[in-house]
Structures are given as structure tokens and as C-alpha cells.
């Protein structure tokens, strides 16, 4: 079997879902009685088809997931986590972070969170920077 990673990090915005979350739509938002999640103006809401089976095979597999973004409306971004019960993702947002961000220094500043403790030096990591 191939060595699987020890952490996967998601961007959310056009990677998790088709839409900037603090752009394209305007939360709060709020699962409607048919089950969708939907936005303040009552617009609906997704996830890409893709999502919740790569990342139910990813837990499958006993790689634990975080999220990572450069938004702004962290506050949303953690009820669409929510609402798509992908909560088991802890949200790292750090506005600061740009295309030329190192991203070991990246997985570093995220592996500081709450819910995932780094149990190897980041040159064993298989991220490359």
C-alpha cells in the first residue's frame, strides 16, 4: 500500500464548494426543511459531488483532515463546515497567507491547532514545501 500522509489540509473556497464564501454568497447560513443548506437570501448551497466520499475514503484510511483559508468570513466558513457536517475539519484561516507562503510554514501554523497534535518533525512531513 502506498504511505499515506499524515495530515490533509483543504482550501475551502473552489475546492470544497464552487464559490468564495466571503464573495458569492451571503451567510448566515441555515439547512432549509428539504436539507439543503442555503444562504441568508435562500440560495442554495454545495459542496462539490466529490467532496463528502473523498473525504469519508480519507477517514477511512485514518487520515484526519483540516481545513485551511485565506477567508475572511470565518465565522461562515465554520457553519458551512457545519451545516455540511464536515466540523470534524478544524478551520486555520490566516488572511496573512498568500500564493508565495511557504507551505511548510503553512502545515506548521496548522498543526498548532486544537484538534491535531504533530507527532513527527516536518521533515519527515510528506508535504513539499
Not at 20 to 46: A, E, I, L, N
Not at 47 to 62: F, H, I, N, T, W
Not at 85 to 91: G, P, Q, S, T
Amino acid at each position: 500500500m502506498a504511505r499515506l500522509p499524515k495530515l490533509a489540509v483543504f482550501d475551502l473556497d473552489y475546492t470544497l464548494w464552487p464559490f468564495w464564501v466571503d464573495t458569492h454568497v451571503d451567510p448566515p447560513f441555515h439547512k432549509s426543511s428539504d436539507g439543503t443548506v442555503r444562504d441568508r437570501r435562500g440560495q442554495g448551497v454545495r459542496l462539490y459531488p466529490e467532496v463528502p466520499e473523498v473525504l469519508k475514503r480519507l477517514q477511512s484510511l485514518g487520515v484526519p483532515g483540516a481545513a485551511a483559508s485565506r477567508t475572511s468570513e470565518i465565522e461562515g466558513a465554520n457553519q458551512l463546515l457545519e451545516l455540511f457536517d464536515l466540523i470534524r475539519c478544524y478551520l486555520h484561516s490566516y488572511p496573512e497567507w498568500n500564493e508565495s507562503s511557504n507551505s511548510k510554514s503553512r502545515v506548521r501554523d496548522i498543526c498548532k491547532g486544537p484538534n491535531w497534535a504533530l507527532r513527527s518533525s516536518l521533515e519527515e512531513s510528506p508535504f513539499e514545501a
